[in-house]
């Protein structure tokens, strides 16, 4: 069996067709410069979101803050460079060269999102509590204690001094 025949025979060949199809291709200057340049953001954004998510993993605050600004400036750009390139024929993008680059890269960076959001969602749900705890504490410390009056009734210790008491005399003679 020749190697056209067994390409074919094994599925990985899709033919005469797919070989004029790639090269006929419509190309277009500035949406292959908007996919290199989306495909160049994911790249770096994901690694950015894996970094970050092992400084969380580890609570490595330092680390966490030093990404930031990166992590929002490859977001911004990632976000950009999509809308522009949702703007031109589907069809082009597809085709455009780096394309299939960006096909590879697309499992690994939603599982780094995945993983990020996870981290960051367990992170902030750690602080609320600790906050929580700490205003709940707080609060308790500047509640009033409750004491009895002059009269019975309970009272804030703060009023204590504003509840009337009975008159008290003192036998001083034996």
């Known amino acids: 069996m ?3 025949a067994q390409a074919h025979a094994t599925g990985t060949d899709a033919g005469p067709a797919a070989a004029v199809l790639t090269q006929d291709r419509p190309r277009n200057a500035e949406i292959d410069g908007l996919v290199a ?10 690694d950015v979101l894996e970094r970050e998510t092992a400084a969380l ?7 966490m803050r030093a990404l930031q600004a990166d992590k929002q400036r490859l977001s911004r750009g990632y976000e950009q460079l999509y809308a522009l390139l949702g703007r031109h024929d589907q069809a082009l993008v597809r085709g455009a060269t780096g394309f299939d680059r960006l096909g590879a890269l697309a499992p690994r960076f939603a599982e780094a999102v995945k993983d990020n959001l996870r981290r960051i969602g367990a992170a902030r749900s750690l602080n609320e509590r600790i906050l929580g705890a700490v205003r709940n504490a707080i609060v308790r410390a500047q509640a009033p204690a409750t004491v009895y009056g002059a009269n019975g009734r309970t009272c804030s210790a703060g009023r204590a001094g ?3 008491a009975g008159s008290i005399s003192v036998n001083t003679q034996a």
């Open 2 to 4: 020749t190697a056209s």
């Open 37 to 46: 340049d989306l495909v160049r953001v994911v790249d770096e954004l994901t």
């Open 57 to 63: 993993t580890v609570k490595d605050i330092p680390t």
């Open 162 to 164: 504003s509840v009337r």
